[in-house]
């Protein structure tokens, strides 16, 4: 059975830092390119951040660019999300989420059908 775990989440201060880990079981992990997305109470769901399926690239919304960094271990299949500078407008749950499908992390759209497999999410709240 296919599984994506989120963990890391929690209470970070204004330019506090958190490091994300999305676990992933059940599927061929190296070949699904991976994003983040999150919810913040109230809004919709929003694209956050897209790695590639060999972590070549990497894609960032523009409200998380030079904060941020996705990254992967195929050999351990986890995605990473470092959060630095954390703003209380990053407060959301905190989705990962994989795709067959490397392109679909580039549009810096969020198209629920482009994914195969979801997390159930972890909290972030920032505030001091």
């Known amino acids: 059975q296919a599984q994506l775990v989120e963990s890391g989440g929690g209470l970070a201060q204004p330019g506090g830092s958190l490091r994300l880990s999305c676990a992933a079981s059940?599927?061929?992990?190296?070949?699904?390119?991976m994003s983040w997305a999150r919810q913040a109470p109230g809004k919709g769901l929003e694209w956050v951040s897209g790695?590639?399926?060999?972590?070549?690239?990497?894609f960032y919304a523009d409200s998380v660019k030079g904060r941020f960094t996705i990254s992967r271990d195929n050999a351990e299949n986890r995605v990473f999300l470092q959060m630095n500078s954390l703003k209380p407008e990053d407060t959301a749950l905190y989705y990962c989420?994989?795709?067959?499908?490397?392109?679909?992390?580039?549009?810096?759209?969020?198209?629920?059908?482009?994914?195969?497999?979801w997390g159930q999410g972890t909290q972030v709240t920032v505030s001091s």
């Open positions: 989420a994989a795709s067959p499908f490397d392109y679909v992390v580039t549009t810096g759209l969020l198209r629920r059908y482009e994914y195969d497999y």
């Open positions: 790695i590639y399926t060999d972590g070549r690239d990497t």
């Open positions: 059940g599927f061929i992990f190296r070949n699904y390119a």
